[in-house]
């Protein structure tokens, strides 16, 4: 593990850990092909994104929607990692993953001892709170699991500002509503309204006391990128929201200035 980490480390990942692969706890999903035919470990990582408050003024999208696509930012980092550790074992596969994974990262990360996993399903750090994305690296060579505890203070602040939360009802988290396509009902438009985002949402994780006095990211790719606010007719391109296309995104900004939509 120690020459493993200091890969990491010199390739700009100070949060990560290490749990076991199981081949029966998996998301299907088309990516999945991509498996290590024989794979052991998993090896998480979290890149850190809140920006500072003075780069997050006068916005209209959420926080992981304001730096530049997490899924091009994670590519950066984990292909130089997957290069650097093939140089170190050539015999074994080392296939990295965002998002699109089969992995469940937020249980994967928690195993990995990165953090907890609070009421409202998000990783917490200790360092960054929740505003960390998770990527991961799945390899045929076995690693010892890192340790992993502690717990969410359980103090049900995020299911008191979700409804989705506290009635568990996944169509109701408001992020899933900005990115449903088609029309929306005149009770989604009023949470676009109210929570004035059209893109993603904050709520829980504004809300969460794990998440005070947390440091601001200082990964240079959210910092040189960040742009809080979406307008009509602006490029999609390397954002988090390009792959919804347009039309959800504008409906959605035309929600927020009454437009008619
Ligand atoms: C699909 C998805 C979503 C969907 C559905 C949420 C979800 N958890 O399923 C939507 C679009 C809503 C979403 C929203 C967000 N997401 Co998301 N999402 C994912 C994704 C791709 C898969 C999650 C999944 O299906 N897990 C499998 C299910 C079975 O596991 P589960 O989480 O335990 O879900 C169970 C219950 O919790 C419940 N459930 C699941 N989601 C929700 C949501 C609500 C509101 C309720 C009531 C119940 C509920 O249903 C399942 C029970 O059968 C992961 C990446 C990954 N590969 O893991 C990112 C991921 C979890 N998302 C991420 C982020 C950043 C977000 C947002 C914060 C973005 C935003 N600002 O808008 C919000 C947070 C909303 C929330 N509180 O969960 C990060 C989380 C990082 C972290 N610190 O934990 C991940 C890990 C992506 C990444 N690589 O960084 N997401």
């Known amino acids: 593990m120690k020459r493993i980490e200091k890969i990491l480390k010199n390739n700009g990942i100070e949060l990560f850990g290490v749990c076991d692969f199981d081949r029966e706890n998996l998301i299907e999903c088309r990516n999945k092909k991509f498996l290590p035919e024989n794979a052991q470990s998993i090896i998480m990582t979290a890149l850190p994104y809140r920006l500072p ?31 650097d550790l093939k140089k170190l074992f050539p015999e074994n596969d080392f296939i990295s993953f965002t998002d699109n994974s089969p992995i469940y990262e937020v249980e994967s990360a928690v195993k990995s001892g990165i953090g907890v996993r609070g009421e409202n399903g998000l990783l917490i750090t200790e360092k960054y709170g929740s505003w960390v994305f998770l990527g991961e690296i799945v390899t045929d060579l076995k690693i010892k ?12 602040k995020c299911k008191e500002i979700c409804p989705a939360l506290k009635e568990d009802k996944k169509e109701k988290c408001l992020s899933s509503i900005t990115q449903k396509k088609g029309d929306l009902t005149d009770e989604e438009k009023k ?28 990964i240079a790719e959210f910092l040189n990128s960040a742009k809080p606010k979406f307008s009509s007719g602006d490029s999609l391109e390397g954002r988090a929201y390009a792959w919804r296309g347009q039309a959800v995104i504008e409906r959605n900004l035309g929600i927020l200035e009454e437009r008619k939509v």
């Open 191 to 218: 949470k676009i309204t109210e929570n004035k985002s059209a893109w993603g949402c904050d709520l829980c994780q504004e809300i969460c006391p794990m998440n005070k006095n947390k440091k601001y990211t200082e």
């Open 53 to 83: 408050d003075e780069m997050y003024k006068d916005r209209n999208i959420s926080r992981y929607a304001a730096v530049r696509d997490y899924h091009d930012v994670f590519k950066i980092y984990l292909d130089k990692i997957t290069t």
């Open 145 to 156: 699991g890192t340790d992993y505890q502690g717990e969410c203070l359980h103090c049900g």
